[in-house]
């Protein structure tokens, strides 16, 4: 069978590349299959979507803003008619488990929905003026043509989280999915396609960062660029983009903390550190990569969550049975590896995993152990470095105060979360962990939708994505002032004696 060819998607066209050029991507369970041809797209590609775009931003941004909802709302439904099949699209091309990839799917949906009823709210301010006769409001309006670039690692949810507030306020859009999983956001954007988006509202442009995703950053006609990946490609696209006063919106790396204090239950703090950890095979901005846990209950929580380590069951995501996929790629593979020796010559413990698994079918793909390293000092390396695999360091601890420093003596600040039955060390926690998002008896993963997500110091550049901020990146303020007194009243601060 042979792999299906994805065009770049510009004006409602599917377009190949001007240079002719393509990639393909393989399932990482087994790279003997081709999941898609891509288009390896140049400037010269990027530059005909903006143009779409550009051309279709008068009249999409002159629809009703909850007409423009509606066509979300009913996106979400058509989704949703296809999740098994979108499901199934997701794990072949990015790996993990289908009752996962079923997860991501749902994401975009709740999406689709949360933005698409936005379109019946969008609220602004209204004030009353210091003076007689004086009306005051202030509304939202949209920017222009917006620049995504989007990681493989949730490749419809993230895609939705970026896009659907973005048209929800009326602007147009460039994509440039990750090169890993492009298929997921032709699925999406098909959807909305047949919900009734016009042709130029969304175009797509497939390749990879120097390519694509540079030119799309440093077009003139791309006010605003929202981005999620690493801290490092992060930083060079704040910095290209700023040379032109662009907005942009960064969700980048982290170190996620959880913290386990003597009173919590070490049975649910297993399970929650479990999932955390692993689940995505630790490729998740959110996962867990830190148990800061009091020395008190170290010893026999440890040894609980390494046993559940090695009884998960490691394997290609399409299978019922598994419980952990391969890691994205070979690159991605060959780094985690790396860390697992960098950990040992650090002189922490490995106590579980560490190994790549070659077993009969897994040979085909990029499959590891989940791992836990114990007797990690918080100077290492492997505990200060976003990793992303399935890779946990322990790190042992005497009080509460030490938990929290430890936790925040890192560059990131995405997402903590603590165990305890202890009130007064919940809100403790809460109030002093420096983090965009802090779990009380909940693991670091699984945030919702409709509230706020994003992180602070080096996770990000203060914007957050989701909930009612989302559309604080793709829409512009406009304050109006309207005075019928029928004379001139100057401003109170004009008037003063
Ligand atoms: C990410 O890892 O990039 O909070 C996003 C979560 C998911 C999203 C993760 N809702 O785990």
Same mark, same amino acid.
């Given at each position: 069978m042979?792999a299906?060819?994805?065009k770049?998607?510009?004006g409602?066209?599917?377009?190949?590349?001007?240079?002719?050029?393509?990639?393909?991507?393989?399932?990482?369970?087994?790279?003997?299959?081709?999941?898609?041809v891509f288009?390896?797209?140049?400037?010269?590609?990027?530059?005909?979507a903006?143009?779409a775009?550009?051309a279709?931003?008068?009249?999409?941004?002159g629809?009703?803003?909850?007409?423009?909802g509606?066509?979300?709302l009913?996106?979400?439904?058509?989704i949703?008619?296809?999740?098994?099949?979108?499901?199934r699209?997701?794990?072949?091309?990015?790996?993990k488990?289908?009752?996962?990839?079923?997860?991501?799917?749902?994401?975009?949906?709740?999406?689709?929905?949360?933005?698409?009823?936005?379109g019946?709210?969008m609220?602004?301010?209204t004030?009353?003026?210091?003076?007689?006769?004086?009306?005051?409001?202030?509304?939202?309006?949209?920017?222009g043509?917006?620049?995504?670039?989007?990681?493989?690692?949730?490749?419809?949810?993230?895609?939705?989280?970026?896009?659907?507030?973005?048209?929800?306020?009326?602007?147009?859009?460039v994509?440039?999915?990750?090169e890993?999983?492009?298929?997921s956001?032709?699925?999406?954007?098909?959807?909305?396609?047949?919900?009734?988006?016009?042709?130029?509202?969304v175009n797509?442009?497939?390749?990879h960062?120097?390519?694509a995703?540079?030119?799309?950053?440093?077009?003139?006609?791309v006010?605003?660029?929202?981005?999620?990946?690493?801290?490092a490609?992060?930083?060079?696209?704040?910095?290209?983009?700023?040379?032109?006063?662009?907005?942009?919106?960064?969700?980048?790396?982290?170190?996620n903390p959880l913290?386990?204090m003597p009173?919590?239950?070490?049975?649910?703090?297993?399970?929650?550190?479990?999932?955390?950890?692993?689940?995505t095979?630790?490729?998740?901005?959110?996962?867990?990569?830190?148990?800061?846990?009091?020395?008190?209950?170290?010893?026999?929580?440890?040894?609980?969550?390494? @046993?559940? =380590?090695?009884?998960?069951? %490691?394997?290609? $995501? /399409?299978?019922?049975?598994?419980?952990m996929?391969p890691?994205?790629? #070979?690159?991605q593979?060959?780094?985690?590896?790396?860390?697992?020796?960098?950990?040992q010559?650090?002189g922490?413990?490995?106590g579980?995993?560490?190994?790549?698994?070659?077993?009969?079918?897994?040979?085909?793909?990029h499959?590891?152990?989940?791992?836990?390293?114990?007797?990690?000092?918080?100077?290492?390396?492997?505990?200060?470095?976003?990793?992303?695999?399935?890779v946990?360091?322990?790190?042992?601890?005497?009080?509460l105060?030490? @938990?929290v =420093?430890v936790a925040?003596? %890192?560059a990131? $600040? /995405?997402?903590a979360s603590?165990?305890?039955?202890?009130?007064?060390? #919940?809100?403790?926690?809460?109030?002093?962990?420096q983090?965009?998002?802090?779990y009380?008896?909940?693991?670091t993963?699984?945030a919702?939708?409709?509230?706020?997500?994003?992180?602070?110091?080096?996770?990000?550049?203060?914007?957050?994505?989701?909930?009612?901020t989302?559309?604080?990146?793709?829409?512009?303020?406009?304050?109006?002032?309207?005075?019928y007194?029928?004379s001139?009243?100057?401003a109170?601060?004009?008037?003063?004696?």
């Amino acid at each position: 069978m042979s792999a299906t060819v994805y065009k770049n998607f510009i004006g409602g066209e599917s377009i190949a590349s001007r240079a002719g050029k393509t990639f393909e991507r393989r399932n990482p369970a087994d790279t003997r299959e081709v999941v898609g041809v891509f288009q390896e797209s140049d400037a010269e590609d990027v530059d005909a979507a903006v143009r779409a775009a550009k051309a279709a931003f008068p009249a999409w941004s002159g629809v009703p803003a909850p007409q423009r909802g509606e066509i979300l709302l009913r996106a979400a439904e058509i989704i949703q008619s296809r999740k098994d099949r979108y499901s199934r699209d997701l794990t072949r091309e990015m790996g993990k488990p289908l009752f996962e990839a079923g997860g991501d799917i749902v994401e975009a949906i709740g999406m689709a929905q949360y933005a698409g009823s936005e379109g019946r709210r969008m609220h602004g301010v209204t004030t009353p003026s210091e003076l007689p006769n004086k009306f005051q409001m202030s509304i939202r309006q949209p920017i222009g043509v917006v620049g995504l670039i989007t990681p493989w690692n949730f490749p419809m949810a993230i895609a939705a989280w970026k896009m659907l507030p973005a048209l929800v306020c009326g602007n147009t859009v460039v994509i440039k999915p990750g090169e890993d999983a492009a298929i997921s956001t032709y699925n999406l954007v098909e959807c909305l396609v047949e919900a009734g988006l016009p042709p130029g509202v969304v175009n797509i442009i497939t390749g990879h960062g120097p390519g694509a995703g540079q030119p799309l950053v440093e077009h003139p006609d791309v006010p605003v660029i929202s981005f999620t990946g690493s801290t490092a490609t992060g930083r060079l696209v704040y910095e290209l983009a700023a040379r032109q006063l662009k907005r942009v919106s960064l969700e980048l790396g982290g170190k996620n903390p959880l913290i386990v204090m003597p009173d919590a239950d070490i049975d649910l703090v297993m399970q929650g550190v479990v999932w955390a950890a692993f689940g995505t095979t630790g490729q998740r901005c959110t996962a867990t990569s830190r148990l800061i846990v009091h020395r008190e209950v170290a010893g026999p929580l440890v040894a609980r969550i390494i @046993a559940r =380590a090695r009884s998960l069951r %490691v394997g290609n $995501g /399409l299978d019922a049975e598994t419980e952990m996929g391969p890691l994205v790629n #070979a690159t991605q593979l060959e780094r985690v590896l790396g860390y697992i020796e960098l950990g040992q010559q650090e002189g922490a413990t490995l106590g579980c995993g560490g190994g790549r698994l070659r077993d009969g079918d897994l040979a085909h793909g990029h499959f590891m152990q989940p791992t836990v390293f114990t007797g990690v000092r918080p100077t290492m390396r492997i505990a200060r470095e976003e990793i992303f695999g399935p890779v946990l360091s322990v790190i042992e601890v005497d009080s509460l105060d030490e @938990a929290v =420093a430890v936790a925040n003596d %890192v560059a990131y $600040g /995405l997402s903590a979360s603590i165990y305890t039955r202890d009130i007064n060390a #919940a809100f403790r926690a809460m109030l002093g962990l420096q983090s965009g998002i802090v779990y009380i008896n909940a693991p670091t993963i699984g945030a919702e939708i409709h509230l706020p997500f994003g992180g602070v110091k080096a996770t990000g550049n203060g914007h957050r994505e989701a909930g009612p901020t989302m559309l604080d990146v793709f829409s512009e303020w406009k304050s109006v002032y309207i005075d019928y007194s029928g004379s001139l009243q100057r401003a109170q601060i004009d008037n003063i004696a």
